[in-house]
């Protein structure tokens, strides 16, 4: 699913909570949709803004439909865009990239007297996600 511009319609405070706000958001292609967003970014009616839709997979996940304080949120204000509604962003925001081939090499550091049992500990370490994971420059 894409990432698309569309413009705010309506604003309006939860009345559970401070810090967020509910959002309809619309486009002549998609109609309106209700988004449960938080203060990162605000807008204000006739703002246009990119609006990932249900299903959307970003960099830190797919976009799932979900209830924030019992209000369905149909999708996720990414921020506002200088774009007419309806226009497609999802390549803007990195969205629905194509799985591709990632190669991964792990080093793990453990102490031991022989090399079979150090081999035998880092098994155990990876298999069971302790350690600490090094990201390499």
Do not use: W
């Not at 497609?88 to 081939?101: E, N």
Request: hydrophobic fraction near 45%.
């Amino acid at each position: 699913m894409p990432v698309i511009a569309m413009k705010a319609t309506e604003k309006r405070a939860h009345e559970k909570t401070d810090s967020l706000f509910i959002y309809t958001f619309e486009s002549p292609e998609l109609g309106a949709k209700t988004i449960v967003a938080n203060l990162t970014n605000v807008y204000e009616v006739g703002d246009v803004a990119a609006i990932a839709q249900l299903g959307t997979l970003l960099p830190d996940g797919e976009i799932k439909p979900r209830k924030v304080f019992g209000i369905d949120s149909e999708g996720m204000a990414l921020g506002p865009v200088d774009a007419a509604p309806d226009t497609d962003l999802t390549a803007q925001f990195d969205a629905d990239a194509p799985k591709r081939l990632f190669k991964l090499t792990f080093e793990i550091e453990v102490e031991a007297c022989y090399p079979a049992d150090a081999e035998a500990t880092a098994r155990k370490l990876f298999k069971g996600g302790e350690g600490k994971l090094v990201a390499a420059d």
